[in-house]
């Protein structure tokens, strides 16, 4: 495909500014530095909130940004992908009393200081002797690679993509979060002599058999694949998308304006049906739907996102469910046929069931369809390692991520269960750390495995 046209990259810059020293500071100092910081405990990584706003307010950025991405090393990705409203800042004790700090610009701040000033924050660790590989360089293995590099292990990391960082380079929008921010991740973990082997897939490029033998450890992070077909009548007609890789396209510069004036749909409610509708959007398209077979409260993209979409002006249909899609005679779509649905009783997975309601079928005209009805698992992968998974998710000790080979441990979405929202980036960061943890007190520190 053709690069973006000219002018294209203007669509895609980020939604957010960055704040002036002036406001960081003057925010900072509205801060409140409680001693048992609920702001703090909220935070799935446990970034000592207080301490970095208070560095900010007192002009130490350096600082700052080392409490940072000590305790969160994506702290720069999180900045801008974590649903603040729910974490941070609403744990936020100044709710109660006016607005909450603004956390999440704040950490932004002091980690664009770090990307601009490019200092080193950390130093690996002498070597021990010992090495590990780690498959997968989204969030949850750049941050095991990172703190087992800085505890002395000599760390492969293994990737399949031509570049590391995993979804948060290939799969969130760019005016969310720029391509730059997560390659700058991946570059401080290299920085800590890292060894980054992109181009190579498990499998094809090297066996997982020649893994397990040549380290002392191994961590599984390779997240999942893309989105799972609808089973519906038409789904190989020209014009049906999948999310995840519509995503890629678009970060990638593959894909041109050809959305301008089109009809698009937009199948599912999670955070990736909300980046891929408001991507076409940003490249022309006329009029974006996103339809969804259960309700708004069903929905399982953050409010915030929500929020941003419908701003965008994209329109949703609730309880509606696809059922066949229409071409014309060029095999191109031409429109989506739908069931309306209502929902019943809970279901043995928590969820209300679904049924049909009889005659009364509607039709969407639409040029465009994108599946986004979540992604599909890395079985062959997880097999290859011969690890014990509940439908392609890996099964772990919930305190030590260690699977059914004592040898293997894994984190990040290749653990995460089936029928809830999508695992965010900051719980797959803390997952790689304390995976990190567990294996170094498996290999050097045994007496304190129960620790």
Request: include cysteine.
């Amino acid at each position: 495909m053709e690069s973006l046209a000219s002018g294209s990259t203007l669509k895609f810059s980020e939604v957010r500014r960055d704040l002036t020293t002036q406001e960081a500071v003057e925010e900072a100092n509205r801060c409140l530095y409680c001693y048992d910081a609920p702001c703090t405990k909220a935070c799935p990584t446990g970034i000592p909130v207080p301490s970095f706003i208070k560095k900010i307010a007192s002009g130490n950025l350096k600082g700052s940004a080392r409490v940072i991405l000590e305790a969160n090393p994506m702290g720069a990705t999180c900045s801008r992908v974590c649903p603040t409203e729910e974490l941070c800042e609403g744990a936020c004790v100044l709710n109660e009393l006016s607005l909450p700090i603004m956390i999440g610009d704040l950490q932004r701040h002091a980690t664009n200081w770090a990307m601009q000033a490019d200092q080193p924050l950390f130093q690996k660790g002498s070597p021990n002797g010992m090495r590990v590989a780690v498959i997968g360089s989204g969030p949850a293995g750049l941050s095991a690679a990172r703190e087992l590099a800085r505890f002395g292990y000599g760390v492969t990391v293994y990737e399949a993509k031509e570049k590391a960082g995993g979804l948060d380079t290939y799969g969130i929008v760019p005016f969310r979060l720029p391509q730059e921010i997560p390659l700058w991740e991946a570059e401080q973990v290299r920085k800590l002599g890292v060894d980054l082997i992109t181009n190579t897939t498990i499998g094809e490029d090297i066996a997982a058999e020649e893994i397990l033998s040549g380290y002392d450890a191994v961590v599984l992070a390779a997240g999942m694949a893309g989105v799972p077909f609808l089973g519906i009548p038409g789904e190989d007609y020209n014009g049906v998308y999948d999310a995840i890789e519509l995503i890629e396209d678009i970060k990638e510069s593959r894909i041109t304006d050809h959305f301008s004036g089109k009809r698009a749909v937009v199948i599912g409610a999670g955070n990736t049906a909300i980046d891929a509708a408001t991507c076409l959007k940003r490249l022309g398209a006329a009029d974006v739907k996103i339809i969804y077979r259960r309700t708004e409260m069903e929905m399982t993209a953050y409010k915030s996102e929500y929020a941003f979409a419908k701003q965008d002006g994209i329109e949703f249909r609730w309880l509606a469910q696809p059922k066949e899609i229409i071409g014309d005679v060029y095999g191109n779509v031409s429109k989506l046929i739908c069931d309306r649905v209502e929902l019943g009783d809970m279901d043995e997975s928590g969820k209300r069931r679904i049924t049909v309601v009889e005659n009364a079928q509607f039709e969407i005209e639409a040029d465009v369809i994108v599946r986004a009805i979540g992604q599909k698992r890395r079985r062959e992968l997880i097999d290859a390692f011969g690890l014990a998974h509940e439908r392609g998710v890996v099964k772990v000790d919930p305190n030590t991520y260690q699977t059914s080979n004592e040898k293997v441990y894994a984190a990040g979405d290749v653990i995460f269960g089936t029928g809830k929202t999508d695992a965010m980036v900051v719980s797959a960061a803390e997952q790689g750390k304390q995976t990190a943890y567990a294996i170094h007190r498996q290999l050097l520190h045994p007496l304190l495995k129960e620790v």
